[in-house]
């Protein structure tokens, strides 16, 4: 017995996969959240040939954690001088105003029924998980993530599912 499928069907799945949204990480930069694929014409712009230009729009979202209006990014990261290179930042006691570089390195915060993985490198520092779950993520405490202090499993799994977003 043998099936065939046809092209419709065999494209379906592509441009489901094309309409996902996406993270850019840009060099040097910030993160670049495109949620619609599809390229839009951009009115009374056209090339040397005349024809109509089009683009993707995006939404640019902090990495560096140094702009004053998190999530999104405000260009502090080219006046910080930050570099999407993974090393460490060499101690350097004249350049004290230099935010330090963070390396790619997970911890586990292990609680009886439920583990949360922080990674510092790809977390855009807009203190999303502290918003909305301060019980279980204490900006000044030490460890900062309590997973016992949920009051449900669930309850952390919704906070990081949002956070998803800014932490990619």
């Known amino acids: 017995m043998t099936a065939k499928i046809n092209k419709e069907e065999q494209q379906e799945p592509q441009d489901q996969l094309r309409e996902k949204p996406k993270i850019v990480p840009l ?3 910030p ?3 495109i949620n619609e694929m599809e390229p839009k014409v951009v009115e009374n712009l056209q090339n040397s040939r005349g024809e109509s ?3 993707i729009r995006g939404v640019s979202l902090c990495r560096c954690g140094a702009s004053n209006n998190k999530p999104f990014c405000d260009g502090m990261h080219s006046k910080i001088g930050f570099s999407s290179e993974n ?6 006691t004249n ?3 230099r935010h330090p570089m963070v390396k790619d390195k997970r911890k586990n915060y292990v609680g009886k029924s439920i583990t949360i993985h922080d990674n510092r490198k790809i977390c855009s520092h ?3 998980c502290v918003n909305n779950l301060p019980s279980v993520f ?3 405490a030490r460890p900062w993530i309590s997973p016992e202090a949920a009051e449900t499993k669930k309850e952390i ?3 990081i599912k949002k956070m998803s977003i800014w932490c990619s």
């Open 27 to 29: 060099l040097n930069g």
């Open 31 to 33: 993160y670049y959240f």
């Open 53 to 55: 230009l089009s683009v």
């Open 87 to 92: 090393k460490e930042q060499e101690e350097d």
């Open 95 to 97: 350049n004290s105003d």
């Open 126 to 128: 807009a203190a999303e």
């Open 138 to 140: 204490k900006l000044n």
């Open 157 to 159: 799994i919704n906070t």
